[in-house]
């Protein structure tokens, strides 16, 4: 199967494949779409085992970008960077300073930020070689760590999802979170703070250990966490946590966290509607943190200052897009995940023909 073929390809504008020598660079940079404005998305760091596996996370991950950042109404489009490689050994100032190379080579139509693997230190040297990166710190435009304005969506969407499914709020409820990182450990903090009980898992044994220290939660094995028995279910580590081996196992009756692409394939999304789970679309949820870098874009594109207050207004009516689309799924008998798909692609084709008509 040739690029084209794939089904993650899905209309790429750009895929970008880069390479530095000296530094050890192996980078991909996919741009899905730029029809709402310059393609933003974070890039992550993984050792992936091939560069075919690499490509198609970065597809996945780029047309994931372009679904959030239109349903956060955002004036971007949607983009993602990979680097290929282990974030604990491998990282040093020159692979990144040759990160921001690369960036710099696709020309403004792609502002990076953090993902997993990746902090706002490391991007840090990346600027040194680009502009377009946003997410730091220092400076009246920087944003931050956007971590935990995801987290925040995450915990408002949590919320929101145990008061439709459960007719409750989270006191007393039960969480189960795969992956306690930059997101699921903010989220962890948040949900122990409004009464919730937690079961935690991760593969770093030290993260696990102060999260669990902070909240009371319980820890389990990696594989032990969709055993759980717990009300909702957050993926908050890398994607494909929900499919068709693990989806069986779930006690969950809400699905709801910070990773993305969390449904393996469009036909488990079906199999969890059908199994009467709510799921809350995960790049509308998880929309939190591109929300608060594009405050940061916004800054450095007028030379102003951050305002937290238009990223708190645009979390706020995130929220209500992830109510419009439970209320269409409700209403119109369909899976969450395909009427927000239906809903992204209305937005970004829109767009599309807007900026068509003004050329």
């Known amino acids: 199967m040739t690029l084209f073929d794939s089904a993650a390809f899905e209309g790429h504008e750009g895929v970008h494949a880069f390479f530095d020598e000296k530094s050890g660079l192996k980078c991909i940079i996919a741009v899905h779409s730029t029809a709402r404005g310059p393609a933003a998305g974070g890039c992550r760091m993984w050792p992936f085992p091939s560069a075919d596996a690499a490509l198609e996370d970065a597809l996945r991950l780029s047309r994931a970008m ?5 349903m956060a109404d955002l004036e971007l489009g949607g ?3 990979v680097i290929i490689g282990d974030s604990r050994t491998q990282k040093t100032p020159a692979l990144f300073e040759a990160f921001g190379r690369a960036v710099e080579d696709v020309g403004g139509k792609y502002w990076t930020a953090e993902d997993v693997g990746v902090s706002p230190a490391d991007l840090m040297h990346a600027r040194k070689t ?3 990166v946003a997410g730091l710190t220092g400076g009246p435009a920087a944003s931050g760590d956007p971590s935990p304005v995801t987290a ?4 408002r969407g949590i919320t929101l999802g145990v008061r439709r499914a ?3 709020d989270l006191d007393g409820v039960t969480v189960a979170i795969q992956g306690v990182g930059h997101v699921g450990a903010y989220l962890a903090d948040k949900l122990h703070a409004a009464g919730a009980k937690l079961v935690i898992t991760d593969v770093n044994d030290e993260a696990l250990k102060a999260v669990a220290a902070r909240t009371g939660a319980r820890v389990v094995s990696p594989g032990a966490i969709f055993d759980a ?4 279910f957050a993926p908050c580590a890398l994607g494909g946590a929900v499919n068709a081996d693990t989806l069986p196992r779930l006690r969950a009756k809400v699905i709801a966290g910070g990773a993305n692409n969390q449904l393996a394939d469009a036909d488990v999304g079906r199999a969890v509607y059908d199994q009467g789970i709510l799921y809350l679309p995960d790049y509308v949820i998880n929309g939190g943190g591109i929300i608060n870098v594009a405050g940061e874009i916004r800054a450095l594109d007028r030379g102003e200052a951050f305002d937290p207050a238009w990223v708190e207004g645009k979390l706020a009516r995130l929220m209500e897009t992830l109510d419009e689309v439970l209320d269409r799924s409700k209403a119109e008998k369909r899976p969450a995940s395909e009427v927000a798909n239906e809903m992204a692609k209305a937005r970004i084709s829109r767009a599309a023909e807007q900026k068509k008509a003004a050329a």
Not at 229 to 232: C, G, K, P, R
């Open 152 to 155: 925040e969506g995450v915990f």
């Open 229 to 232: 028995e717990a009300e909702v």
């Open 130 to 132: 680009t502009r377009y």
């Open 66 to 70: 372009s679904y959030k950042n239109a």
């Open 166 to 168: 459960l007719n409750r």
């Open 79 to 81: 983009g993602k960077a």
